[in-house]
């Protein structure tokens, strides 16, 4: 009974393709947030809905883009990956921004070759 | 620029002993400051949490120390045991706002 699932667990591709990151969370929660995970395992906060409103949008490439059809899930899709892409991306939600724990998911190991 | 510096950077201890990670601070707005516990393959998951207005906060075997005027707040893992083996990672947060996580300790707790 996963909380914060996300698909697919891994993902390898190769540059210049577009690839997309599914999160989906099943504990009511408001808000949703993407982090990457570098090699040197540093979280970074990436993007933020409270929503489905867009509320942190940290500086990362305008390739990526998230979305949130609903509450519930917070998609990432990826164009034109780079080799410094690959990382470990989480996803993460919590009751309202901040101020309360972030549930995280098993996160996507991407590889870009 | 790093908001909350953590160290060390990996710890080695023996089972039962007291390994102690440290983190400091500069903003004096952050309210909240969680500490989270990651295991291979898996996501981050919060291990115990305080917010200023304490000096000290305890849960089983896990206690934080809070220190507001030098602006530093560190885990203490009482009694370790090789399950405790993980990454952990100390955050801070103003209410409202993103959270700053530190950069990480890798613990090996030997049997």
């Known amino acids: 009974d996963t909380a914060v699932s996300q698909t697919p667990k891994y993902l390898v591709t190769q540059m210049g393709n577009d690839k997309s990151i599914k999160c989906e969370q099943n504990?009511?929660?408001?808000?949703m947030y993407w982090y990457k995970q570098d090699s040197k395992k540093f979280l970074k906060i990436m993007f933020s809905?409270?929503?489905?409103?867009?509320?942190i949008n940290e500086t990362v490439p305008n390739r990526f883009s998230p979305k949130s059809p609903d509450k519930a899930h917070l998609n990432l899709h990826i164009n034109s990956l780079e080799l410094g892409d690959s990382a470990v991306y989480f996803c993460?939600?919590?009751?309202?921004?901040?101020?309360?724990?972030?549930?995280f998911g098993n996160g996507t190991r991407l590889t870009v070759t | 620029q790093q908001q909350v510096k953590q160290s060390p950077q990996s710890l080695i201890v023996q089972k039962g002993g007291i390994p102690i990670i440290n983190c400091a601070y500069e903003?004096?707005?952050?309210?909240?400051f969680p500490w989270y516990q990651q295991f291979p393959g898996k996501g981050p998951a919060l291990l115990i949490a305080?917010?200023?207005?304490?000096s000290e906060k305890k849960e089983g075997r896990f206690t934080i120390s809070f220190n507001k005027s030098a602006k530093q707040f560190s885990l203490h893992i009482m009694d370790s045991q090789p399950g405790d083996s993980a990454t952990y990672f100390c955050?801070?947060?103003?209410?409202?706002?993103?959270?700053?996580f530190g950069t990480g300790t890798s613990l090996t707790v030997i049997p």
């Open positions: 903003n004096t707005a952050f309210d909240y």
């Open positions: 504990l009511g929660h408001d808000t």
């Open positions: 993460a939600s919590s009751p309202r921004p901040t101020d309360s724990p972030l549930h």
């Open positions: 809905y409270n929503n489905k409103e867009l509320i």
């Open positions: 305080i917010r200023p207005d304490v």
């Open positions: 955050a801070a947060s103003v209410t409202g706002n993103q959270f700053y």
